[in-house]
């Protein structure tokens, strides 16, 4: 009766979390009022059921900031690249598990404790703003230069250049870079979405670990959501 007990109080307490985490925005008082840019600057979050990524639309300025992207051998220029795309994550797991038929016990353990961070980069063509894993959110230009910047400052650089991890990809349109941080399940890929759209001026929940958490708070502390 105790472990039946002490079992019910743990799931409360994670209930209470998930709830507070999603509810409660972070910061508390945000920046309310609207942008007045004629052209406000439209990123993409993409979400699956347990990962979120952002995806910048291609500018020849993009492509300039994020030039040493070619030495994880990324064909940024190509001419049908429309979006690149960033997410973080735990190096063993993010590496090793490119599908879930690729799971192994070692990855999943790393991830649910403590692992090495990386970035992954991937290329891709239009995205469709009506599928059902997109979100597009609208921001002024100096916010999205604040997000361009936690992007950029999320990449290691040991040596003074960011650095690729050669021979780890899923195929020729992505590639890994070492990371700052460390990963675990509690702070992980969706907690560092939420603090790069924080650093954009946007709130989100004050724990978002799953990327329904996630793109709910942001729909409900946000006005520059599109549906």
């Not at 020849?60 to 690149?84: C, H, K, M, Q, T």
């Not at 960033?86 to 797991?93: E, L, Q, S, Y």
């Not at 460390?182 to 990327?211: D, E, K, M, V």
Request: charge should be neutral.
């Amino acid at each position: 009766m105790k472990f039946i007990k002490h079992l019910c109080i743990l799931l409360a307490l994670l209930i209470l979390g998930i709830a507070g985490g999603t509810l409660v925005p972070r910061p508390i008082f945000g920046n309310e009022s609207p942008s007045t840019d004629p052209a406000p600057r439209r990123v993409l979050i993409l979400s699956n059921p347990i990962h979120t990524d952002i995806a910048l639309p291609v500018t020849s300025e993009l492509l300039a900031r994020f030039g040493f992207l070619r030495e994880g051998n990324l064909e940024i220029d190509y001419p049908g690249v429309r979006y690149l795309i960033f997410g973080w994550g735990g190096r063993a797991f993010y590496t090793e598990t490119p599908t879930w038929a690729d799971l192994k016990p070692l990855p999943l353990f790393k991830g649910v404790t403590l692992d090495q961070s990386v970035m992954h980069v991937a290329l891709a063509g239009e995205i469709p703003l009506a599928d059902a894993g997109v979100m597009a959110l609208d921001l002024s230009d100096a916010d999205y230069e604040k997000l361009l910047g936690f992007i950029l400052g999320s990449f290691a650089r040991p040596q003074g250049k960011p650095v690729p991890l050669l021979g780890q990809s899923y195929g020729r349109d992505d590639a890994f870079f070492e990371a700052v941080g460390y990963f675990n399940a509690l702070l992980g890929c969706n907690t560092w979405t939420a603090s790069a759209l924080r650093h954009a001026g946007l709130r989100t929940g004050w724990w978002t670990p799953l990327p329904p958490l996630l793109t709910t708070s942001l729909r409900l502390h946000n006005d520059t959501v599109t549906p």
